[in-house]
């Protein structure tokens, strides 16, 4: 079955801290990996897509890996701004549809 | 507008009542997705449509139903609803291809059932 969970399920983090949120799955035919932003009350940001093992993204202060079994999103000297939930998501074998897990909540404090 | 829409953005409605959710994307996509997000639960998919054809129905109960009358528009219909379906209802849309495609969200609708 397909599986995809994160870690930790939620972080403080000193402004300037750096710090990573893990995304482990267990899928068949991973498709893409995706990282989302959600800030509370909205609905979930993209923000990344990764497709195979050793790739890297990079968007101002996050930079996204993978390997075959997970995936990291580093924050590097984080900001008040970049307080959300982070959420990882997969799509597998032949469908269209993503899975998701249950996020990171990470606070930033000034 | 741009980017995907959704109305209302909160609705309150008596377990007998009958009400529509609204989706527009204006990305010219030509999949679109419901998905429910309860508290400390992964957001769950509900609903697939592939070039306004239905191609997944997630186990939903029958007191939501979908319609999709164009590749830009989606309405989730729900009458007879219970209080457990108080949740945040996300519409998405993406542009299918062969390989990984990520969809993009609009800002949800909180819907509470009293």
């Known amino acids: 079955e397909d599986q995809v969970t994160q870690s930790p399920e939620a972080l403080r983090l000193q402004e300037g801290e750096s710090s990573s949120l893990n995304c482990s799955y267990t899928?068949?035919?991973?498709?893409?990996l995706f990282w989302y932003r959600q800030d509370p009350g909205k609905g979930p940001e993209f923000l990344f897509t990764l497709y195979s093992a050793g790739e890297e993204k990079e968007k101002e202060r996050l930079k996204a890996t993978l390997t075959k079994k997970e995936s990291f999103l580093h924050i590097t000297a984080p900001k008040p701004e970049d307080s959300a939930t982070y959420l990882c998501a997969v799509q597998a074998g032949g469908a269209n549809n993503l899975f998701f897990g249950t996020g990171t909540r990470l606070t930033v404090i000034p | 507008e741009t980017g995907v829409t959704q109305t209302p953005r909160h609705l309150v409605m008596g377990m007998t009542n009958k009400k529509s959710l609204k989706c527009e994307q204006h990305?010219?996509?030509?999949?679109m997705y419901w998905y429910k997000q309860s508290a400390k639960k992964p957001l769950e998919l509900m609903f697939v449509?592939?070039?306004?054809?239905?191609?997944e129905n997630n186990s939903v109960p029958s007191r939501f139903s979908p319609e999709c009358p164009n590749s830009s528009h989606l309405f989730l219909h729900l009458h007879t609803l219970q209080p457990e379906d108080s949740a945040l209802y996300l519409c998405?849309?993406?542009?299918?291809?062969?390989?990984?495609?990520?969809?993009?969200f609009g800002p949800g609708t909180r819907l509470t059932v009293t």
């Open positions: 899928v068949s035919g991973l498709r893409g």
């Open positions: 998405a849309s993406s542009q299918l291809t062969g390989g990984g495609v990520e969809q993009y």
């Open positions: 990305l010219g996509h030509n999949a």
């Open positions: 449509y592939n070039f306004k054809e239905q191609t």
